[in-house]
């Protein structure tokens, strides 16, 4: 059986070393336009699997605090896919 739980909390050690991380790179001069891209899609991706987490989560009952976990961390990777994608933006002029 999955262990819904261990991946969320997997899921969110990720987050918020990402969430560290994905500031310091944008901040970075030398990043480029493809790197930023690379990182945007890398954030989509995420955002998506924990939505995927979140609906398993609470078709298999779990308490509401554990799903409000998963609705965090998936606030917390979509506002950094928006970050990058400011950033992206903010290149392209």
């Known amino acids: 059986m999955t262990d819904w739980i261990a991946i969320l909390k997997e899921q969110t050690a990720t987050g918020d070393q990402m969430g560290r991380e994905v500031p310091q790179m944008l901040a970075n001069p030398d990043i480029s336009e493809a790197q930023v891209k ?29 799903i409000k976990a998963a609705e965090r961390l998936e606030e917390r990777y979509v506002d950094l896919a928006a970050s990058v994608a400011e950033k992206l933006k903010a290149m392209r002029k």
């Open 38 to 66: 690379t990182l945007f899609s890398a954030l989509e991706k995420q955002a998506e699997f924990v939505e995927k987490l979140r609906m398993a989560l609470e078709k298999f009952g779990h308490d509401f605090s554990i």
